[in-house]
């Protein structure tokens, strides 16, 4: 059965204290691997999509990587402003149209 | 208007009403989704429209009904639901064959009385 799993399921940090997410994926062939940004009462934002194992995007505070396992989402000096839930999706090679969503990091950081 | 738009926001309905809701996207792309979130669950694909024609039902009850008039377009309409189908509803759109990241809407938060 194809699966996305997020841990942790919820992270506290410092501000400025950096840390990663990660998002482990058991599928029957990876066509890409997504990050998003979820805000309260909000709809997910695309942040990252990643195809091939050894590929990085960043974006601001935020790095994404990929194995042909699982991905992580660093978060780099972060401040109160990146708090928000991350999602992880994946879309198979066999289905395109279909994104398998993982639960989700809620990520709080404090002041 | 730009991205997906999503209306109404919030609604609240009881078990033996009839309502839709409405989701307009402005990317111009050609495939458009319907999610449901609950609480502590992920995402779950109800629908998926590619070129105005669905491609996919995710064994949804027969108590949500899709409808695509157009790539710009999409409706859920709702009839007799159950209180465990309130949930935040999401609209989704992205253009098959290219990098198809999927741009989601705001969000309307049912409430099933």
């Known amino acids: 059965e194809d699966q996305v799993t997020q841990s942790p399921e919820a992270l506290r940090l410092q501000e400025g204290e950096s840390s990663s997410l990660n998002c482990s994926y058991t599928?029957?062939?990876?066509?890409?691997l997504f990050w998003y940004r979820q805000d309260p009462g909000k709809g997910p934002e695309f942040l990252f999509t990643?195809?091939?194992a050894g590929e990085e995007k960043e974006k601001e505070r935020l790095k994404a990587t990929l194995t042909k396992k699982e991905s992580f989402l660093h978060i780099t000096a972060p401040k109160p402003e990146d708090s928000a839930t991350y999602l992880c999706?994946?879309?198979?090679?066999?289905?395109?149209?279909?994104?398998?969503f993982g639960q989700g990091t809620t990520l709080q950081v404090k002041p | 208007e730009t991205g997906v738009t999503q209306t109404p926001r919030h609604l609240v309905m009881g078990m033996t009403n009839k309502k839709s809701l409405k989701c307009e996207q402005h990317?111009?792309?050609?495939?458009m989704y319907w999610y449901k979130q609950s609480a502590k669950k992920p995402l779950e694909l109800m629908f998926v429209?590619?070129?105005?024609?669905?491609?996919e039902n995710n064994s949804v009850p027969s108590r949500f009904s899709p409808e695509c008039p157009n790539s710009s377009h999409l409706f859920l309409h709702l009839h007799t639901l159950q209180p465990e189908d309130s949930a935040l509803y999401l609209c989704?759109?992205?253009?098959?064959?290219?990098?198809?990241?999927?741009?989601f809407g705001p969000g309307t938060r049912l409430l099933v009385l």
């Open positions: 990317l111009g792309h050609n495939a």
């Open positions: 999706a994946v879309s198979l090679s066999s289905n395109t149209g279909k994104l398998i």
């Open positions: 599928v029957s062939g990876l066509r890409g």
């Open positions: 990643l195809y091939s």
């Open positions: 989704a759109s992205s253009q098959e064959g290219t990098t198809e990241t999927q741009y």
């Open positions: 429209y590619s070129l105005e024609e669905r491609v």
